[in-house]
C-alpha cells in the first residue's frame, strides 16, 4: 500500500474533513501523514496518522476565528470581511476578491522548500491536498509529484470550464440574486484575479520548473489524477472537466462520539421545555454575527412556544447570555455532528460541512448564506429541497417561525432518500476509490 501525505492548510473547517479522509486512508491500509500546522496536531492524533508540522498560509482558523491569534493585518482582513457580511452578498464576495488580489501567493518559495523538504524525508508514493492550498499544488506541480485534490467546499471551486470564475457563485438562491450590474462587478472583479493569479503561475513555474508544462489557469489547476469532492453528485451542478476521477463522497465527517451524560441531561431539559429543539451555528467565522443569532433565537422565543435551541456562539457566547432560560442554551461550541442526531432542524449559514452533516443526519434546515460557496451552497440545499434560504441580513425575528414551519412541513419529507445516499459513501468510500484511482495512474502507488 502506498505511502501519503495529506496536506492541509490551517483552517478547522479544511484540517478537519481532510484529517478524517488520512484516517479513512490509513484504516485501508495506507501509510499517512497529515502535514499542517502544529496547533493542529490534535486532528492526527484522532485520527491515527503520523503528524508532520507544516505551515502554507499565514491565516489561520483554530476552531474559532476570532479567537485564533493572528498577525495585525490578518485580523484587520478578519473585521473587514466580518462588516463586508453586513453590506450584502456581492459586497462580502467583492472583499474577499480585494482580498485575494493582495495576497493571493503567499511566500511561493517557502512552501516550495519546504516541500521539497518533506518529500527527501518522507519519500511518500503521492499527496492529497485541499483545492484552496494553492502555493501547496504549484509547489506540487513544479516539482512533478504527483497528487489527488480535496475539494472542501462546493464543487464548482474545481472551474467547470472558461465562463466559470472562482468567487463567482455558478448559481444562487432565489432570495439573494443580485441586480445583473452587482453581478457584472463581481464578474469582472474575478476575471482580473482570474488574469493575475494565472500570471504569477506562469512566472514562478519558469523560474523553478521551466521543464514542466505550464501550470495553466491557476484558479483551475488541480489534479489530473484523481478529485475528491466532500459533497453529493448532484444531478444539476456544472460539468466538471474531463480527464481526473471525480470521487463525490457525499460527506467527510467522522462518526459522530455519542453525547455524554452532560450533553443528555442539558438536551432532556430543553425538551422537557420545548417538544423540538432547533440546533443555530454559523460556523467558525460567521459566530461573530451575534445580531444573526440573537435574531433567530429571539425569533424562536417569541413564535414557537413548543421549540427550545442550542446556539454556538463562538466568541459571542458572553454577549448573548441573556438569551439563555430553559428553553435556550447559549455556549461557545458545541459538538455539532453528535447534536444532529438529536436535533429536529439547524440554522447554518451554508458551509459545505453544515450542508453535508445535515444531509446525514436528516435534518432540515433554514440556511442564511454570507460569503465564499455558500451561496451555491445554499441554492443547492433549496434545489434539493433540503432546506429553506433566506437573506440574513434581511432577517427579522418574525420571519423565523414560519421559516421553520416551512422547513418542518416541505423539506423534512425529502430528506429520507437524500440521507441514505449520503450514508452510502463518505470518507472510507472515498478513501477506497481513491486509493484505487491513484494506484491506476501513479507507479508504485
Known amino acids: 500500500m502506498p505511502r501519503v501525505v495529506v496536506v492541509s492548510p490551517p483552517f478547522l473547517s479544511h484540517a478537519q474533513p481532510l484529517s478524517v479522509l488520512a484516517g479513512a486512508l490509513r484504516d485501508l491500509g ?74 493571493m501567493l503567499a511566500d511561493p518559495d517557502g512552501v516550495l522548500d519546504a516541500l521539497r523538504a518533506a518529500d527527501r524525508r518522507l519519500r511518500p508514493d503521492w499527496y492529497v491536498v485541499d483545492q484552496l492550498s494553492y502555493p501547496v499544488t504549484l509547489a506540487l506541480h513544479c516539482l512533478g509529484l504527483p497528487y489527488a485534490t480535496f475539494c472542501p467546499g462546493h464543487p464548482s471551486y474545481v472551474l467547470s470550464g472558461p465562463d466559470a470564475w472562482f468567487g463567482v457563485p455558478y448559481d444562487w438562491p432565489e432570495a439573494l440574486r443580485p441586480a445583473p450590474d452587482r453581478l457584472a462587478e463581481l464578474r469582472y472583479a474575478a476575471r482580473r484575479n482570474d488574469t493575475a493569479f494565472t500570471r504569477l503561475f506562469a512566472e514562478f513555474a519558469r523560474r523553478h520548473a521551466p521543464s514542466r508544462p505550464a501550470p495553466g489557469r491557476a484558479f483551475a489547476l488541480s489534479s489530473p489524477h484523481a478529485v475528491v469532492h466532500a459533497y ?20 467527510m465527517a467522522a462518526d459522530p462520539e455519542p453525547l455524554d451524560a452532560r450533553w443528555r441531561t442539558r438536551l432532556d431539559a430543553l425538551r422537557a421545555a420545548g417538544e423540538r429543539v432547533v440546533l443555530i451555528a454559523l460556523g467558525t467565522f460567521l459566530s461573530a454575527r451575534d445580531d444573526v443569532l440573537r435574531s433567530v433565537a429571539t425569533g424562536v422565543l417569541e413564535g414557537l412556544p413548543d421549540v427550545s435551541v442550542v446556539v454556538a456562539a463562538g466568541e459571542r457566547a458572553g454577549a448573548l447570555a441573556d438569551l439563555a432560560d430553559e428553553r435556550v442554551l447559549v455556549l461557545p461550541q458545541v459538538p455539532q455532528r453528535a447534536l444532529l442526531e438529536q436535533v429536529d432542524a439547524m440554522v447554518h449559514h451554508g458551509g459545505g460541512n453544515s450542508f453535508t452533516e445535515c444531509l446525514r443526519a436528516g435534518v432540515p434546515a433554514l440556511v442564511l448564506p454570507f460569503s465564499s460557496d455558500q451561496f451555491a451552497v445554499a441554492r443547492d440545499a433549496e434545489r434539493a429541497g433540503a432546506g429553506l434560504v433566506l437573506d440574513p441580513n434581511d432577517l427579522k425575528p418574525s420571519d423565523v417561525p414560519a421559516a421553520l414551519e416551512t422547513v418542518w412541513s416541505t423539506a423534512a419529507p425529502n430528506l429520507r432518500a437524500l440521507a441514505a445516499a449520503v450514508r452510502a459513501r463518505g470518507p472510507r468510500w472515498a478513501a477506497a476509490e481513491l486509493l484505487t484511482a491513484m494506484d491506476r495512474q501513479v507507479p508504485g502507488g
Not at 234 to 240: A, H, K, R, S, V
Request: charge should be negative; hydrophobic fraction near 45%; glycine fraction near 4%.
Open 30 to 103: 495506507a501509510e499517512v501523514f497529515f502535514a499542517c500546522a502544529p496547533a493542529f496536531e490534535h486532528l492526527a492524533r484522532r485520527a491515527a496518522v503520523d503528524f508532520v508540522p507544516l505551515s502554507v498560509t499565514r491565516n489561520a482558523n483554530t476552531g474559532v476565528a476570532e479567537a485564533t491569534e493572528q498577525d495585525a493585518r490578518e485580523a484587520a482582513r478578519l473585521r473587514e470581511f466580518l462588516d463586508a457580511t453586513r453590506e450584502g452578498a456581492v459586497a462580502t464576495l467583492l472583499t474577499q476578491a480585494r482580498h485575494r488580489h493582495a495576497d
Open 232 to 251: 453529493p453528485d448532484l444531478p444539476w451542478l456544472p460539468l466538471p472537466p474531463p480527464g481526473p476521477a471525480r470521487l463525490f463522497a457525499g460527506h
